[in-house]
């Protein structure tokens, strides 16, 4: 018998942070030893780590690239805006109603997106996550991939447009409509 409660495991996991990396370094260190690494890293030689950088390199402006082109789409769309400025290959965002008036009703705009969240996580074919803001409820959008593709984000967007419409109860023939009946804007 279940109690109705789902655990959320997409949000289990070790932060990125300092003490993270240094942890990854000291598991590679008690692994190979100091001399193990050092041999490895000379077999590898210099000229191949250096390649490596410069490759990184070029995947992060990719991805930062790629996270711009999204951004661009979530600024020309007026169902959305971004919570925050886009940072790296981050965005942050979140469905807004058509009007300015209807910005001000924080947890309305909140149980809205949190719906948005519930229909997007529905679908096999996009994962998001979800982060809060000053009580702002807002989803996080994040390329970091080296396979990632300009068409990977453009059907990314369109994914979440088409929940973000159907969260709104947009319709195209008639924009808003719905909406507004069912929100008295």
């Given at each position: 018998?279940?109690t109705?409660?789902?655990?959320?495991?997409?949000?289990?996991?070790?932060?990125?942070?300092?003490?993270?990396?240094?942890?990854?370094?000291?598991?590679?260190?008690?692994?190979f030893?100091v001399?193990?690494?050092?041999?490895?890293?000379?077999?590898?030689?210099?000229?191949?780590?250096l390649?490596?950088?410069?490759?990184?390199?070029?995947?992060?402006m990719?991805?930062?690239?790629?996270?711009?082109?999204?951004?661009?789409?979530?600024?020309?769309c007026?169902?959305f805006?971004?919570?925050?400025?886009?940072?790296?290959?981050?965005?942050?965002?979140?469905?807004?109603?058509?009007?300015?008036g209807n910005?001000?009703?924080l947890e309305?705009?909140?149980?809205?997106?949190?719906?948005?969240?519930s229909?997007?996580?529905?679908?096999?074919?996009?994962?998001?996550?979800?982060?809060?803001?000053?009580?702002?409820?807002?989803?996080?959008?994040?390329v970091g991939?080296?396979?990632?593709?300009?068409?990977d984000i453009?059907?990314?967007?369109?994914?979440i447009r088409?929940a973000?419409?159907k969260t709104?109860?947009?319709?195209r023939?008639?924009?808003?409509?719905a909406?507004?009946?069912?929100?008295?804007?």
């Open positions: 018998m279940t109705g409660v789902v655990i959320d495991y997409g949000n289990w996991h070790l932060s990125l942070g300092r003490r993270f990396r240094s942890l990854k370094l000291w598991f590679v260190l008690r692994g030893g001399e193990g690494f050092q041999a490895n890293v000379r077999k590898v030689g210099r000229h191949q780590i390649w490596n950088l410069v490759q990184f390199s070029a995947v992060c990719q991805c930062i690239s790629l996270n711009n082109s999204f951004v661009e789409h979530i600024r020309a007026p169902i805006e971004l919570v925050t400025p886009p940072s790296f290959a981050l965005s942050v965002f979140r469905l807004v109603p058509g009007s300015a910005r001000e009703d309305s705009i909140n149980a809205l997106n949190r719906a948005f969240y229909e997007l996580r529905a679908r096999p074919d996009i994962a998001l996550t979800h982060t809060s803001i000053g009580g702002v409820f807002c989803l996080r959008f994040a991939s080296f396979r990632t593709e300009q068409s453009d059907n990314a967007w369109m994914t088409e973000g419409e709104l109860g947009y319709d023939d008639h924009p808003y409509v909406f507004a009946e069912k929100y008295n804007t």
